[in-house]
């Protein structure tokens, strides 16, 4: 069965500490990972994809195909990096996507 | 990105009503995907459609329905709403030229009473 889980809803930090928001999958193939992040009042939008090994606003994400898991990572956490984050899967051109973490950043 | 565009942005209906929410795109992207946003399930896919005239169900279709005569529209029509609709929909479109990266609509927030 195809699928992508995030086992946590919701995942509060204090600033400057370290992030990781958890993301596992099941594909029998060789899939996409991406990740998604909506922030408040604004679109979902592409953060990262795995094929670009790109670190953007601070943030990489590394496919484990041992482990299935595409965990997105993040150093030191910034108050603007409170949204929603969604891990998703593309086979094709559909799209699996997982239930989605907050990410509370704390002052 | 207004290149993708849905309306209304907020909709309230009764149940039993028909209502059709409209997503239009300016870029001729040729793939098209409705989801429905409820807190626990994350995005679920409801209908997709890979160019004019070739639509396909998703992972929640019943009690939706899709067209796509044009490229650049794809409305989604609940035929007969029902509470269990309540939902932020959001429409969304990729091509093979942007590595098949989605683009979002705003979001249509539809509230069946």
């Known amino acids: 069965a195809q699928r992508v889980t995030q086992p946590e809803k919701l995942l509060s930090v204090f600033k400057g500490a370290p992030v990781e928001l958890k993301c596992n999958y099941s594909y029998s193939g060789s899939p996409e990972l991406f990740w998604y992040v909506q922030y408040s009042r604004q679109r979902l939008q592409l953060l990262l994809r795995?094929?670009s090994r790109e670190s953007i606003k601070g943030f990489t994400a590394d496919l484990n195909k041992g482990e299935t898991s595409f965990h997105l990572k993040k150093p030191f956490a910034q108050e603007e990096d409170s949204a929603m984050y969604y891990c998703?899967?593309?086979?094709?051109?559909?799209?699996?996507f997982g239930t989605g973490t907050r990410l509370k950043v704390l002052a | 990105d207004a290149g993708i565009t849905q309306s209304p942005r907020y909709k309230i209906t009764e149940t039993g009503r028909q209502v059709t929410l409209m997503c239009h795109q300016t870029w001729s992207h040729s793939y098209m995907f409705w989801y429905r946003q409820d807190l626990g399930h994350g995005l679920r896919l409801i209908y997709y459609s890979a160019a004019a005239d070739i639509t396909d169900k998703g992972e929640v279709p019943d009690g939706y329905v899709v067209s796509r005569s044009k490229t650049e529209n794809f409305p989604l029509t609940l035929e007969s709403a029902t509470r269990s609709q309540t939902s932020v929909y959001f429409c969304?479109?990729?091509?093979?030229?942007?590595?098949?990266?989605?683009?979002f609509g705003p979001g249509t927030r539809l509230t069946v009473t």
């Open positions: 969304a479109s990729s091509a093979v030229q942007s590595g098949y990266e989605q683009y």
């Open positions: 998703a899967l593309r086979g094709t051109y559909k799209y699996i």
């Open positions: 795995h094929i």
